[in-house]
């Protein structure tokens, strides 16, 4: 069986933050989709409702494989490989990612912040990190985008905090902090957060927006004027998204935005980072920055 046939049709402009966006000079989405495309055929994988743990690793391993060159078998990986081997790029972010996708099949439950953080390590930051990459900028930006990566992360697990309970018996919601409210998992499959689930589902926004705060000034570090108003819009959303998150309940009210929300908030960014590295940079607003 190739996990080309368990591909749920989901594609990169379901998501709630952009991926490979017009903003991104057309040279790099071909590579970034590829990326993407090779992390959605995973994830489909991992998150198929009728095959089994084994089926799961063993198609996890083939998507390795056909990375790797070790076989042809996954059409998904292929591209990816492809755009690898022709840019002189590491597969280090999407092995990075597999990591995640096996433990998607073998780890529901996190015990803490720091369990989480970790699973997105391998979940969210390579996925930056390979953006970066492609750009041909420096990794002291990793850690900016290991904050923001990690933030819409989790910023996803809480609005679907009761999605993936019901659906998939995967929590990403600490145990602890749902020990500390006196809630046990089966707490995220009401129909609305009691006011303890909501008290702990705020805290963690609130932990959330702390990594926010961090990433802030990483839009301002990227040297590619195009990718720094892509991460601008992301900031942004992430922090619009964050905010509604400590005022709305995720498992009764509606959190993501549709396209004409998105848009609103999208546009501001732009402007003001476009205009914020014209103010910063007057040498490389005359001509000398890298607008590719």
């Given amino acids: 069986m190739s996990s080309s046939r368990t591909l749920s049709g989901k594609g990169h402009r379901n998501e709630n933050f952009p ?3 017009a903003l991104i000079a057309p040279q790099y989405r071909p590579t970034i989709l590829a990326f993407y495309r090779f992390a959605r055929a995973a994830d489909d994988v991992a998150d198929h409702g009728t095959l ?54 073998t780890k ?27 750009h041909g900028e420096s990794t002291a930006t990793w850690k900016a985008n290991d904050a923001l990566c990690a933030a819409l992360q989790i910023i996803n697990h809480l609005q679907d905090c009761g ?17 500390a409210a006196g809630l046990g998992v089966e707490a995220l499959d009401a129909e609305m ?15 959330t927006a702390l990594l926010l705060e961090d990433s802030a000034p990483f839009a301002s570090m990227i040297g590619n004027f195009r990718l ?18 400590l005022k709305r309940d995720p498992l009764s009210e509606q959190v993501h935005f549709g396209a004409a929300r998105a848009l609103s908030i999208a546009l501001p960014a732009i402007l003001n980072a476009a205009f914020g590295r014209l103010r910063a940079r007057p040498a490389q607003a005359a001509g000398k920055a890298d607008l590719s």
């Fill in 19 to 21: 991926v490979a966006s």
């Fill in 52 to 105: 089994g743990v084994s089926e799961k690793l063993g198609l996890l391993d083939s998507l390795e494989a056909t990375l790797l060159g070790r076989s042809d078998d996954e059409a998904e990986a292929l591209p990816l490989r492809a755009a690898i081997e022709e840019k002189g790029l590491s597969p280090r972010h999407a092995l990075d990612l597999l990591v995640a996708f096996r433990m998607d099949v």
């Fill in 108 to 134: 529901n439950r996190y015990a803490d912040w720091n369990e989480l953080i970790e699973y997105c390590r391998y979940s969210a930051m390579p996925v930056g990190r390979f953006v970066l990459d492609v």
């Fill in 163 to 179: 999605m993936d309970y019901r659906s998939i018996d995967r929590v990403y919601i600490p145990l602890d902090a749902l020990s």
């Fill in 193 to 207: 957060a009691s006011p303890a689930l909501r008290q702990c589902l705020k805290g963690l926004a609130e932990r």
């Fill in 228 to 245: 720094s108003l892509e991460v601008a819009v992301i900031q942004r959303l992430a922090e619009a998204l964050n905010e509604g998150l």
